[in-house]
């Protein structure tokens, strides 16, 4: 069969993932990467692949079955989500879940006139957490369901404390609370509180001549980013940042806990314990990718999410194989 052509816009740390990504799937070929520095700049990892400056984009129409989007979700997709719909199938992993309604009309209004497909925010969450909430939620109408996530780096609390004056360089990791899993899992559907799910913890390294307790203060009672949490924050070497802190592992868990009756309680779970957030999140990318060549040959255009995709369509087993072996 014919290898499906898939093509990198925006090269970072998804953008490589997907390069990752791409070598694990043998019925995909990687065409090209795009972006909007000078291509000489940015080095791919896969061997014989050429970068191509993103103006390059339109003249490739024919060269490419999906363009998998690894911009940035604040800056970058909102722009470039809909502008390169209209010319590809697109699949994009979109993160700000508040903005995601007006991000879905924007890429379906370019996409549908167009006839391309276009799949936005998918990942893990969104994306894999939102699958098993909306099926979790379904097969359990009289429950509760609950997101943890951790432990994990989290891109938008480090690059918070970074900006904090006194402070060299940081990061900052969310972890879960175990006590309130149990509860979740014990399905006693607990009111848990934003302090009680969550804690974080810090790790920063100071500036030459800053006051250790000056910053630790204005890190702990940042409102949004900490204030709301029980923050913790160790101070170490720029040695120990570069040693110990570089790997974006992530995860988490969604559970939700119903009755089917009233003597009878439900537990519902799926968890992810992620070496690297950016390598899974772009295998996931990568793999609806697949189904959207196969949705875009079979017609179904427009902006499209995780919940219109059937499973069987992610799958490089056939319909008839999947049932054999996996049903
Ligand atoms: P990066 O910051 O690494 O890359 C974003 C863009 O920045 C790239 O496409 C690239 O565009 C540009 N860029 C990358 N490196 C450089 C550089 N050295 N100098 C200048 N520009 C650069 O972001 P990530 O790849 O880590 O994440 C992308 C998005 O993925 C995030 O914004 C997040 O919203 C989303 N995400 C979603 C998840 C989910 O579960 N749904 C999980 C994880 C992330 P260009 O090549 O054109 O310059």
Redesign the pocket.
């Known amino acids: 069969a014919e290898l499906i052509r898939i093509a990198i816009a925006?090269?970072?740390?998804?953008?490589r993932g997907v390069e990752a990504a791409i070598k694990k799937n043998p019925d995909m070929q990687l065409t090209g990467i795009y972006?909007?520095?000078p291509p000489a700049q940015?080095s791919p990892l896969t061997e014989n692949v050429q970068v191509f400056s993103?103006d390059e984009l339109k003249t490739h129409q024919d060269k490419i079955d999906v363009l998998i989007l690894?911009?940035?979700?604040?800056q970058?997709l909102p722009e470039q989500g809909p502008e390169l719909a209209a010319l590809f199938n697109t699949v994009d992993?979109?993160?700000t879940h508040a903005r995601i309604p007006e991000y879905f009309a924007a890429v379906d209004a370019a996409a549908l006139p167009n006839k391309r497909t276009a799949l936005i925010?998918?990942?893990?969450?969104?994306?894999m957490f939102s699958i098993n909430r909306v099926m979790s939620e379904a097969l359990l109408p009289d429950g509760e369901t609950y997101t943890f996530w951790g432990d994990g780096l989290s891109q938008g609390h480090s690059d918070a404390i970074r900006r904090v004056s006194g402070v060299a360089g940081g990061v900052q990791y969310t972890r879960p609370v175990p006590e309130a899993i149990e509860k979740v899992r014990s399905a006693s559907r607990p009111v848990l509180t934003t302090r009680e799910k969550h804690k974080r913890e810090c790790f920063v390294v100071l500036q030459e001549g800053a006051d250790a307790d000056t910053v630790r203060e204005k890190i702990v009672t940042m409102p949004d980013y900490f204030a709301d949490y029980d923050t913790t924050v160790n101070f170490i070497s720029a040695e120990e940042l570069a040693r110990d802190h570089q790997a974006m592992v992530h995860g988490g868990f969604v559970i939700r806990s119903g009755n089917t009756s009233d003597q009878n309680a439900q537990v519902v779970e799926y968890s992810l314990k992620l070496d690297s957030?950016?390598e899974f999140?772009a295998s996931v990318l990568v793999t609806y990718a697949r189904a959207v060549h196969r949705m875009a040959q079979s017609g179904q255009h427009g902006a499209k999410t995780v919940f219109d995709v059937a499973p069987g369509l992610l799958s490089v087993k056939s319909a008839a194989q999947l049932r054999a072996e996996l049903l």
């Open positions: 925006g090269h970072g740390n998804l953008g972006t909007r520095r940015v993103m690894c911009g940035g979700s604040k970058d992993s979109f993160d925010s998918a990942g893990w969450d969104p994306g957030n950016p999140t």
